[in-house]
């Protein structure tokens, strides 16, 4: 495997329903991220980890809690979701160092359908 | 508020034409330009990246153009090919953000009809 892969790609659940993202790079790197990616809008950026630690949290509801268990891999849990929520939801990670560009490596993404 | 504008929201293009997408922010703050390009059921992908003390950069068939007095970047993608039909994401990164942290447009969904 090489890159960023997440898994599933497609997941169904239902608003009482408990699941979870997973993300994996294989890139070395040393932050994480997730995003959320809504029809008709920018890319919302919901978590930041850097060294395994989170750094940034943007005001994302509750119903998400993220886990970074070492630098190579990064969870979504979720529960109790709402309809709105249905999105693709897309992991990344970069290399963060003093004067770098940090460029982000992107997932293909979990396409998430909360019925 | 929305801190980087992007338009149009889709752009039709015949091939072998120009595709140019435009970008314009506020943030004087803001170091670093990327573009992405999502393909369905993938992941944006860096496509080509500038800094604000070039006012141009040229990969291939795509170039950025980057004003920095009126605070606005574009995409060209010269010679357009069908392939190229995806959407295109300008971002902007925080200078003073040691996290990488990005600022997206809401994407310009480009088609290239053959």
């Known amino acids: 495997e090489t890159g960023v892969t997440q898994t599933p790609r497609h997941l169904v659940m239902g608003m009482t329903n408990k699941k979870s993202l997973k993300c994996e790079q294989h890139?070395?790197?040393?932050?994480m991220y997730w995003y959320k990616q809504s029809a008709k809008k920018p890319l919302e950026l919901m978590f930041v980890y850097s060294l395994e630690e989170r750094v940034e949290n943007n005001s994302v509801p509750s119903r998400f809690s993220p886990e970074c268990p070492n630098s190579s891999h990064l969870f979504l849990h979720l529960h109790t979701l709402q309809p709105e929520d249905s999105a693709l939801y897309l992991c990344?990670?970069?290399?963060?160092?003093?004067?770098?560009?940090?460029?982000?490596?992107f997932g293909p993404g979990t396409r998430l359908t909360v019925l | 508020q929305q801190q980087v504008k992007q338009s149009p929201q889709s752009l039709i293009v015949q091939k072998g034409g120009i595709s140019i997408i435009n970008c314009a922010y506020e943030?004087?703050?803001?170091?670093?330009f990327p573009w992405y390009q999502q393909f369905p059921g993938k992941g944006p992908a860096l496509l080509i990246a500038?800094?604000?003390?070039?006012s141009e950069k040229k990969e291939g068939r795509f170039t950025i153009s980057f004003n920095k007095s009126a605070k606005q970047f574009s995409l060209h993608i010269m010679d357009s090919q069908p392939g190229d039909s995806a959407t295109y994401f300008c971002?902007?990164?925080?200078?003073?953000?040691?996290?990488?942290?990005?600022?997206f447009g809401r994407g310009t969904q480009l088609t290239v009809w053959p």
């Open positions: 500038i800094r604000p003390d070039v």
């Open positions: 943030n004087t703050a803001f170091d670093y």
């Open positions: 890139l070395g790197h040393n932050a």
């Open positions: 971002a902007a990164r925080s200078g003073g953000s040691t996290l990488g942290r990005l600022y």
């Open positions: 990344a990670s970069s290399q963060l160092r003093t004067g770098g560009l940090g460029t982000q490596y």
